[in-house]
């Protein structure tokens, strides 16, 4: 992937959509809904937004006519797995018996630089190719995994939040750390990393069954050092795995506990699925600022259950959307808000395209505390922006013709759509070369 310069101002003109807040869950008519159809984005040369009008603007813009297109915010994907590129789709099992069969010898691989390099290339370009362009991401329990990862995001010029993946017990050989080497190379990596360009670390525990009490107290003490850090896990994905976390922490009080005792929840923590919580365990989450990343697709796939979207807003926390491929079978945005509709229909609710598409823009970045910075056309964010096709296809294209309002209209969009729709995709005012897409 290229990345060329905006050597002046830059004008889109498209069918403009964004959030100015939260949208209802349900209402199909919302205020929080900014749609500006046949508007112009204006981006500076610094990469950032610098308004929205809808008279043409002056020469000191580029201007790029994409009229009759939708113009989004790039999007957000809050959970995601590096080296799982290469098991997407695979067959038959569930949680536990997918990561040894499928999982664990796909990320034994990234232990060699020249995998990780090039494994780190290829995701970041088909994130860009399915118009993500900012991503909470485990790489694997290598060092060399995680700086591949950040190496390759700085070059894109991508927002990226990763962190080398601790695992000290119960993983296969050539995936198991040890406490003090985990925590000199975490150090090490926020160091080098932490803050640099567009780039975040993460204190990345795979999951509470493969670290060691120790190594869960040495990732929570790397957090209360420093609150700028982030936090990512999994937490009650399946039941199996609550019940196997049970057996290994006898006293926590719930899996979520074993978390919240080590300090590893706070308002940068990330955790994906969320499923198998109670009230106890929303009132935490609520109460630490953290978040749910929603794994719609890898939830259905893997049959671990159905998230319950509404109880969670009813707590009050923070839940974003996430692809988790490769257990989710699609880096697509669209596809798994598609999934999230209907694992909520399954639970008897309506997920509005407007909640749907929120979480994964504005909503996201304000659950990663990046909403100054990215999420939606406010002026002076950076230019995170995807143009995407209304419709691709006679299907889409005769739905399209027929849909009448706004949200009948962006519902089919989001339903039909997917990264075929997408045109160009622009990473902080610059556009980014994408690999075709079949």
């Not at 591949?148 to 993983?171: P, T």
């Amino acid at each position: 992937m290229t990345v060329s310069p905006t050597p002046q101002g830059l004008a889109l003109r498209g069918d403009l959509l964004d959030f100015g807040a939260q949208p209802g869950w349900a209402a199909l008519e919302d205020p929080a809904v900014r749609y500006r159809p046949d508007h112009w984005l204006l981006i500076g040369p610094d990469g950032r937004i610098a308004g929205v009008q809808k008279e043409e603007p002056g020469p000191e813009y580029r201007r790029e006519d994409h009229a009759g297109k939708l113009i989004l915010p790039g999007f957000i994907d809050t959970h995601v797995h590096c080296p799982q590129l290469d098991v997407i789709g695979s067959y038959g099992t569930e949680l536990l018996d997918w990561l040894n069969k499928y999982t664990f010898p796909a990320e034994c691989r990234y232990a060699d630089p020249a995998v990780a390099r090039a494994g780190a290339g290829h995701f970041l370009d088909a994130l860009l190719a399915h118009g993500t362009t900012t991503a909470v991401v485990f790489p694997t329990v290598h060092k060399v995994s995680a700086e591949a990862l950040f190496e390759a995001a700085r070059q894109r010029g991508m927002r990226l939040i990763a962190g080398k993946v601790l695992m000290d017990r119960h993983a296969p050989d050539g995936l198991r750390d040890d406490v003090a080497q985990a925590e000199r190379d975490c150090i090490d990596l926020i160091d080098r990393w932490h803050g640099v360009d567009r780039l975040s670390y993460a204190v990345t525990v795979r999951f509470a069954p493969t670290s060691t009490p120790a190594q869960l107290a040495m990732a929570g003490a790397l957090c209360k050092a420093d609150a700028s850090l982030y936090m990512q896990t999994h937490v009650a994905e399946n039941r199996s795995e609550v019940e196997w976390v049970a057996q290994l922490f006898p006293t926590a009080r719930s899996y979520l506990d074993v978390y919240a005792r080590e300090g590893l929840l706070h308002p940068r923590a990330v955790l994906a699925h969320g499923i198998w919580l109670d009230a106890q365990d929303r009132r935490t989450l609520t109460n630490t600022g953290a978040q749910v990343a929603f794994c719609p697709s890898s939830n259905l796939f893997l049959g671990s259950g159905l998230f319950d979207w509404p109880a969670a807003r009813g707590a009050g926390f923070a839940v974003s959307v996430a692809s988790d491929v490769g257990g989710g079978t699609s880096l697509s945005i669209q596809r798994n808000l598609l999934d999230g509709y209907k694992v909520q229909a399954m639970g008897g609710h309506r997920l509005s395209a407007w909640a749907a598409l929120h979480a994964a823009t504005r909503g996201a970045a304000e659950a990663l505390q990046l909403g100054d910075e990215i999420g939606s056309f406010d002026t002076g964010l950076l230019a995170d922006v995807c143009v995407w096709d209304w419709a691709r296809g006679p299907v889409a294209q005769a739905r399209h013709a027929v849909a009448r309002e706004l949200h009948e209209k962006v519902f089919a969009w989001m339903s039909l759509s997917d990264e075929r729709n997408l045109v160009r995709s622009f990473v902080a005012g610059r556009s980014a070369a994408l690999p075709t897409v079949g």
